[in-house]
C-alpha cells in the first residue's frame, strides 16, 4: 500500500487538519494543569504535593503507553485505533470533568494520557506515510507548531478559564473540541497503513512498562524528593536494571514488541540522541524560566506568561519554515543553525545579573525557541525516513518515550542545580544567591548545547552525502 501516491490532495488535507486539531486538544491538556493545580487541589480537599500526581502520574502514564503504541498501530487498523484514541481521550475529560475527588480525577488523568500517546504516536506515522517525500518536512513544521505551541499557550488560557469560569472549564473546552474532532475522524479517515497478525509479546510488555515507568517516576520524584531518597533510587533502579532486560529481549526474539534494531541505523540514532539532548535542554529551560521571571526577579504570573510569549509566537514562525528548508536543504543546515542558537540563548542566560532588563532575557527566550522550532520536527522527520516504513510506527515510539525521559532529567537536573548552587553561595544571599543558581543551571544547558552543535557539526552529513550512503 502506498498512500501517499493514492490519496488525493484534497483527502490528505482533511485528515492532516483533524490530526492538528486532535493534537492542539491533547497537548494543551498535558501542561494545563500547571495553572488549574491550586484551585483543583482546593476542591477537592488534598495537599498541592498531592495534587502534583496529576501531572506527574499523566506523564507515567504516557511513559509507560508510548512503547505499546508501536504494538497497536501494527496490528490495529488505522481508522480504528485513532478513533479509539479520541474515544479514550474524550472518557477521560468526561471522568475528570466531573470528577469530585481525587482518585476519580486521577483515572481521568491517567484515560487523557494513554488516549494522547496513541494519538501523538498514530499522529506522526500516519503523517509520514500519507505525505510524498518531498513534502514531509513541510507538514510535520505545522505538526509540529501544533505540538510545540499548545503546551505552551495552555498554561494561560488555563488560568483564564480558571478566572472567569472555573477549573472544570478547562476539561469542557478540550472535550467540546474532541468531540468535533472524533465526528470528522469518523468521516474522513481511512486505514491508511498497514497491519499484520503481530504477536504480543506480554514478558516484553510487562518489562516495559517497569522499564519507563520505573525511569519516568523515579526521575519524577527526583525534584520533590532529592537524589538518595528511596522514592527516587528504588524506581530508578528498577527502570534501568527492566530497561536492560527489555532491550536484551528485543534484540533475543524474532518478533521483538518495540524493535530496537532500528538503532542501528545511523541517521535514526543521532536523531533520537539530538532529540534526547534538545528535550534535556529545553524542559529545564522551561521551568527555570517562570522561576527566574516570579521567584527571582519578583513579577507576577502574567509578566512570566508576556515573557515567555514572545517565543512561543517566534517558534510558531519557525517551525513551517524549518519544515521547508528541510525539504529543500536536508538536516544539517537546520542541526548546525538550531544548535548554535540554543548555544547563543543559554549561553546569554548564563551571564544575566539583577540590572539585566527583562526584555533581554525575552531576547534570549526568542532565540531558543527559534532553535527548538528550526530541531523538534525536523529531527523526527529525518530520523525516520531513513526507516523502512514497516519500522516508522516503532521509530517514533521509541523516540518519542526516550526524549519524553530526557525532559522529565532536564526539568530534574536543572531544578536541583539551580536550588543546590544558590543553597551553597556562601557570599550570597536571597535573590542574588538564586540568580547565581540560575546562572548556573543555564551554563549547564549550555554545555548540553554545545555537545548537540558538535554532533551536528561533525556527524550529520550534507543532504547530498546522505542520499548517496
Not at 506523564?59 to 484514541?85: E, V
Not at 472544570?168 to 470528522?184: D, E, G, K, Q, T
Not at 539532548?277 to 526577579?297: A, C, E, K, T
Request: hydrophobic residues 55%; contains cysteine.
Amino acid at each position: 500500500m502506498n498512500a501517499s501516491k493514492s490519496m488525493t490532495d484534497k483527502k490528505r488535507f482533511l485528515i492532516f487538519l483533524n490530526i492538528l486539531v486532535s493534537t492542539i486538544a491533547s497537548s494543551m491538556l498535558s501542561t494545563a494543569m500547571t495553572t488549574a493545580l491550586p484551585p483543583i487541589s482546593a476542591d477537592l480537599s488534598i495537599s498541592v504535593s498531592t495534587g502534583q500526581w496529576l501531572t506527574s502520574g499523566y506523564s507515567l502514564a504516557m511513559g509507560i503507553i508510548m512503547p505499546f503504541t508501536a504494538f497497536l498501530i501494527h496490528r490495529l487498523p488505522t481508522r480504528k485505533l485513532y478513533l479509539g484514541g479520541i474515544f479514550v481521550f474524550m472518557a477521560g475529560l468526561v471522568i475528570s470533568l466531573f470528577s469530585g475527588s481525587f482518585l476519580t480525577m486521577m483515572a481521568g488523568r491517567i484515560l487523557q494520557a494513554c488516549g494522547n500517546g496513541v494519538l501523538m504516536s498514530i499522529a506522526q506515522v500516519v503523517i509520514l506515510t500519507i505525505y510524498p517525500e518531498e513534502k514531509k518536512g513541510t507538514v510535520m513544521g505545522w505538526y509540529g507548531l501544533a505540538c510545540g505551541a499548545a503546551p505552551v499557550i495552555a498554561p494561560t488560557l488555563a488560568g483564564i478559564l480558571v478566572d472567569v469560569i472555573n477549573w472544570r472549564a478547562i476539561f469542557a473546552l478540550a472535550l467540546l473540541v474532541m468531540v468535533i474532532a472524533f465526528c470528522i475522524a469518523w468521516g474522513i479517515f481511512d486505514n491508511v497503513l498497514e497491519t499484520w497478525q503481530k504477536k504480543f509479546d506480554s514478558l516484553s510488555f510487562l518489562l516495559s512498562i517497569f522499564a519507563f515507568g520505573g525511569v519516568t517516576l523515579g526521575i519524577g520524584n527526583l525534584g520533590t524528593y532529592g537524589g538518595s531518597h528511596p522514592f527516587v533510587l528504588l524506581p530508578l533502579g528498577i527502570g534501568i536494571l527492566t530497561s536492560i532486560l527489555f532491550a536484551l529481549r528485543q534484540f533475543k526474539i524474532t518478533e521483538p514488541f518495540l524493535d530496537l534494531r532500528i538503532l542501528n541505523n545511523r541517521y535514526f540514532t543521532l536523531s533520537v540522541i539530538g532529540s534526547m539532548l534538545l528535550y534535556f535542554i529545553m524542559m529545564g529551560s522551561s521551568v527555570i524560566m517562570p522561576l527566574y521571571v516570579q521567584s527571582v526577579m519578583g513579577y507576577s504570573a502574567t509578566v512570566s506568561g508576556l515573557t515567555t510569549l514572545p517565543g512561543s509566537l517566534a517558534m510558531a514562525i519557525v517551525s513551517p519554515f524549518a519544515g521547508k528548508i528541510f525539504d529543500k536543504l536536508g538536516m544539517k543546515t537546520l542541526f548546525v543553525a538550531g544548535a548554535a542558537f540554543l548555544v547563543i540563548s543559554n549561553l546569554g542566560m548564563g551571564f544575566i545579573t539583577m540590572n539585566t532588563p527583562l526584555f533581554l532575557a525575552a531576547f534570549y527566550n526568542v532565540i531558543r525557541c527559534i532553535a527548538i522550532g528550526c530541531l523538534m520536527m525536523p529531527l523526527i522527520t529525518w530520523g525516520t525516513s531513513h526507516l523502512r516504513p514497516s519500522l516508522v510506527a516503532d521509530g517514533t515510539a521509541l523516540l518519542t518515550s526516550l526524549r519524553t525521559i530526557a525532559g522529565a532529567i532536564g526539568s530534574a537536573v536543572f531544578v536541583g542545580i539551580m536550588t543546590f548552587t544558590a543553597g551553597h553561595s556562601a557570599a550570597l544571599s536571597g535573590a542574588e544567591a538564586n540568580m547565581h543558581g540560575l546562572n548556573t543551571a543555564f551554563w549547564g544547558m549550555t554545555a548540553g548545547a554545545l555537545v548537540l552543535f558538535l554532533i551536528a557539526v561533525f556527524f550529520v552529513k550534507n543532504a547530498k552525502a546522505a542520499l548517496e550512503s
